[in-house]
Nanobody, 126 residues
Framework: QVQLVESGGGLVQAGGSLRLSCAAS????????MGWFRQAPGKEREFVAA????????????YYGDFAKGRFTISRDSAMNTVYLQMNSLKPEDTAVYYC???????????????WGQGTQVTVSS
């Protein structure tokens, strides 16, 4: 069983930065791919970024949604069982509830993630 708790959301102005954290528990955390998704009011949940478990000969591999490339960065600290999402150059359209999720394979598909956190609100003002 994997439990996920997000934190770090809040209110920021356009052009600002925010760093989200996802604290994970469970003995299988280190073997899971971790993802971030977001959902704005009246819209469907969409993929933000995902990252693989650590591999010594290749390092971490990551994948981003098109809107996140060049602005958002996903990373993980296995020793602390924590996944991060660094968000820079934020725009009002980034306003949403952001969710941390865990899967067995790197994927942008919601159906591949059986474990989810409760979400954290990010609001970007103009």
């Amino acid at each position: 069983q994997v439990q996920l708790v997000e934190s770090g959301g809040g209110l920021v102005q356009a052009g600002g930065s925010l760093r989200l954290s996802c604290a994970a528990s469970g003995r299988t955390f280190s073997s899971k791919c971790m993802g971030w998704f977001r959902q704005a009011p009246g819209k469907e949940r969409e993929f933000v970024a995902a990252i693989t478990p650590a591999i010594s000969w290749s390092g971490f591999n990551s994948y981003y949604g098109d809107f996140a490339k060049g602005r958002f960065t996903i990373s993980r600290d296995s020793a602390m069982n924590t996944v991060y999402l660094q968000m820079n150059s934020l725009k009002p359209e980034d306003t949403a509830v952001y969710y941390c999720a865990a899967a067995d394979q790197l994927s942008p598909e919601i159906s591949h993630y059986p474990y989810w956190g409760q979400g954290t609100q990010v609001t970007v003002s103009s």
